[in-house]
């Protein structure tokens, strides 16, 4: 599921704006309203969730004549649209309230600044798009195909989050991306997706960020489940073998090359949420649907080792990364208990 963008705002408008009497004759020239509307709501939610605009707040939108604007919203989830402020800016109603429905689905929230029909204004829309995630992994939430294996979840004593484990190479690996909120942040500080993608921790944070009696996995460890010898190298054949073939809100996660089969085969059901590069306090993330990265316990110069993979190659690369400026996914590991 990629954000959906909002491509119909004229054909919706127009069946509102015939209504409002704004419909205007072909012949008629038209003006323009100043200003512009900044609507803000976190790209993915959780069920339930709910956000009120206040529309004194909104209401910047100018007439170059000094004349009257009226303000209408809709929520593409509902159908409807509610005129807030009339055509001869008398305030109807000074809040709206957006409510996610329980369903992965993606909305569009506008709202459109209009004229009096008179006054031969084109109207102005502005719009922002959310996605409902829902949470689980029995094929009932956002994440589907994830394929348990038989496995028991065992649970973070500091949260009681509960992470599934697979047995590899001597060792118990997590299943799941690191969730813990101790540290971290979640994917563009959309809590809904915490517990789905995981958090993106530094180098410097992931060292403490495992539960008691985790750890951090070293490149050694990702080097033996490759079966490969050599230290401080790529592990080509292995991407596939630890990328899940998972789907979110409907879409698959990585994307098909025939150079890559997946598999699955050691049961790390990998997938492909991206790094962060960091900034102070401020986050950037790249590469959804391209990219894992997850961090080691290991550094060379003054670095942090990082192990990724990318969509287009059967290979675990092997990444030098800022302790402090990078951001990654992150994977306990620990000793094989009977």
Known sequence: MKLVRWFAFAALLAGFLSVQGCKKDDTTEYSYLDGRIILSMPPFVEPGFSKTFTID????????????IGYCFRDSGKGVYD?????????RHHDFTVTAPNEAVTNTVMLTAFAPASSNYTASTFSVSYSVVLPG?????SITKFDKKGSE????GRDGKEYYVTDAEGLTWMRQNLAWEGAGVTYLDCVALNDLF???????????????????????????LAGAAAAEQDLPGLAGRVMGDIYFNGTKMWEYWREVK???????????VGYATVSGKDYS???????????????????????????????????????TEFAASVRCVRDITE
Request: with cysteine.
């Open 198 to 224: 995981g958090r993106y921790y530094t180098w410097e944070e992931a060292q403490t960020a495992c539960p008691e009696g985790w750890r951090l996995p070293s490149d050694a460890d990702w080097t033996a």
């Open 137 to 141: 992994l029995d094929g009932n939430g």
């Open 57 to 68: 707040t909104l209401m910047n939108m100018k007439r170059d004549d000094g004349g009257t």
């Open 83 to 91: 005129t807030l402020v009339t055509a001869d800016g008398v305030i």
């Open 285 to 323: 993330f790249d590469g959804l649907y391209a990219y894992a990265a997850f961090w080691t316990a290991d550094e060379s110069d003054g670095l942090g080792v990082c192990r990724y993979l990318f969509h287009k190659h059967d290979v675990v690369f092997r990444g030098l990364m800022s302790k």
């Open 262 to 272: 997946i598999t699955d085969q050691l049961g790390l059901s990998a997938i492909p």
């Open 153 to 156: 979840p065992v649970t973070d």
